[in-house]
């Protein structure tokens, strides 16, 4: 269950070609979560690593490895408070890991010790809450944008031409079951590479594509505009 294993300094299960990974600071408290995204190699699975110790260069961080993830993680997020942190894969799932404060704060972001029973670290048993959805089948994930005033709503979008829908968005991304709406409408069939909800309207949003800059404001039926 540990990152490197295998001790060669690199990811033993691989990862994208450019690996993903989000970092979250609490202001003035010095408390940090970072994660990355893992997965390609020996099938078509991964996992999400956090650790807490991304921020202490005095020490070698210990990683957490998440639940088994439906193809390899291709990008992740954080709501704007750390409590939520978000992961798409290769296989079009998005999944949500909640409660990471409490966890944190509760220090089970630990491993077992020696005399314990249990065999390695474990999310669920430590308190994290998870949910998934397939928000495209057999499609690329390649980014998450959260709003930063409410983690109900995410924007997901996808890599690759030669597809109908790229980009969708969830209003409940913090429920148990999460629902997205395809927002494609009159983009080109070009890969959306990024994506950013606009913090001071919630309903703007604005994408990085193949083709350049666009935005669309949710608010009115102009569609995007480049």
């Known amino acids: 269950d540990r990152i ?14 450019l690996t993903p ?3 979250w ?3 003035d408290t010095g408390r940090a979560f970072y994660i990355l995204g893992a997965g390609g190699v020996g099938g078509n699975s991964g996992h999400m690593w956090l ?7 005095s020490v070698d961080p210990d990683w957490f490895r998440f639940p088994l993830t439906s193809g390899w993680v291709t990008c992740v997020a954080f709501s704007n408070d750390g409590d939520h942190a978000y992961a798409g894969t290769s296989n079009g799932f ?6 990471l404060l409490a966890v944190d704060e509760a220090g089970k972001f630990s491993y077992p010790s020696i005399s314990s029973t249990a065999a390695a670290w474990n999310a669920v048993d430590s308190g994290i809450v998870v949910s998934s959805v397939q928000v495209a089948p057999g499609r690329y994930l390649r980014w998450i944008a959260v709003d930063p005033t409410n983690a109900n709503n995410v924007v997901v979008t996808a890599a690759r ?6 980009i969708w968005r969830s209003t409940n991304a913090l429920e148990a079951t999460m629902t997205f709406t395809d927002l494609t409408d009159n983009l080109p069939k070009m890969p959306v590479w990024t994506a950013v909800v606009d913090i001071e309207n919630p309903n703007r949003i604005i994408i990085g594509t193949d083709y350049g800059i666009y935005a669309r ?9 480049e």
Not at 4 to 17: K, N, P, T, V, Y
Not at 161 to 166: A, I, L, S, T
Not at 217 to 225: M, Q, R, S, Y
């Open 4 to 17: 490197d294993a295998s001790g060669d300094g690199g990811i033993d299960e691989g990862a994208d070609w």
């Open 21 to 23: 990974f989000a970092l």
């Open 25 to 27: 600071e609490q202001p």
């Open 51 to 57: 650790t807490t110790g991304a921020m202490n260069f």
């Open 94 to 99: 998005l999944y949500r890991y909640s409660n």
């Open 161 to 166: 031409y030669g597809n109908d829908e790229n």
């Open 217 to 225: 404001d949710l608010g009115n039926a102009d569609g995007w505009t």
